[in-house]
């Protein structure tokens, strides 16, 4: 287990009550199979071995009992001064997830880095450059890849099918200036609970528009770190996600490929 030489008091959030529609399985993602567990597993072991966390406080789908008992085993697997791991009901939404999560923040905590399980490969690597940038002094900070793909905007707002109908290009995004983001995104608790406040006031279109918790703290004027992240933390969307994580486990590298 390693671990950044200097560290807040952290608590990592592990958002994981989706209920995975566009996975397809019909089941929560976080219950879907990966190399044999839960993909949910894959996520609490990477953030168990990266040593960053102190509470692990994990958002399921409400009245999920299978989920609830992974978790149970999970803690009891968990050597003595491992991090207390706590389960609460999540939300309708993804922010309400996170809130909840918060809520259950255990007393001491300094920092919180919020988690998508869907991203149950991130690298060790990751959580602990997030880290690092908030020991440095960052309020916000969130890893990023480049994005490999041109990046167009469309007169269409409404998730419009291009394929069904075709959209006007409006305009064409300058690459060099746009990155990927991932999770997990760190925060200082002061700066976390400040963004989720100023949340409750959005009305609800506002409110699904918001899509990570950094762009919260973005609308409080609060300075975003990015840092650098990995392709290894794609985020388990699609079935075609499935098969790249599956072939990150088993691939002809016969184990877990680490993208530092
Ligand atoms: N009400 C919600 C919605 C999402 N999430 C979590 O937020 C992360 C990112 O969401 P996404 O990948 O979109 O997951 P789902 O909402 O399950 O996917 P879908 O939109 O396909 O149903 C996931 O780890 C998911 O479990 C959550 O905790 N609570
Ligand atoms: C938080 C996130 O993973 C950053 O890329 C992403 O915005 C989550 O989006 P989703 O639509 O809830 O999957």
Redesign the pocket.
């Known amino acids: 287990m390693s671990e950044s030489p200097t560290r807040l008091v952290t608590a990592v959030i592990v958002?994981?009550?989706?209920?995975?529609?566009?996975?397809g399985y019909g089941m929560p993602?976080?219950a879907v199979p990966l190399g044999g567990e839960p993909i949910l597993m894959h996520a609490l072991r990477g953030i168990v071995a990266s040593g960053v966390a102190s509470q692990v406080c994990v958002?399921l789908p409400p009245g999920d009992e299978g989920l609830r008992r992974l978790c149970d085993d999970f803690r009891e697997e968990l050597a003595d001064g491992g991090p207390l791991l706590t389960v609460v009901d999540?939300?309708?939404?993804?922010a309400?997830?996170v809130r909840a999560g918060i809520a259950a923040l255990m007393e001491g905590i300094e920092a919180v880095l919020v988690h998508?399980?869907?991203r149950a490969l991130t690298p060790e690597s990751v959580f602990h450059r997030v880290c690092d940038s908030l020991v440095a002094g960052a309020a916000a900070v969130i890893p990023v890849v480049p994005v490999v793909d041109t990046v167009k905007m469309v007169a269409a707002t409404t998730g419009g099918d291009a394929a069904v109908a075709p959209e006007l290009v409006t305009g064409t995004a300058r690459r060099e200036e746009l990155r990927a983001v991932q999770t997990p995104q760190g925060f200082t608790l002061g700066t976390l609970l400040r963004a989720h406040e100023a949340a409750q006031a959005l009305d609800q279109q506002q409110a699904a528009a918001v899509t990570d918790d950094a762009m919260l703290v973005e609308m409080l004027g609060t300075a975003v770190h990015a840092v650098r992240g990995s392709t290894q933390s794609l985020?388990i969307?699609t079935p075609l996600d499935l098969i790249f994580a599956e072939g990150l486990l088993e691939g002809p590298l016969g184990a877990r490929w680490v993208e530092g």
């Open positions: 958002v994981a009550a989706g209920s995975g529609q566009r996975l993602k976080a958002a999540g939300g309708s939404t993804r309400e997830s998508d399980a869907a985020k969307t």
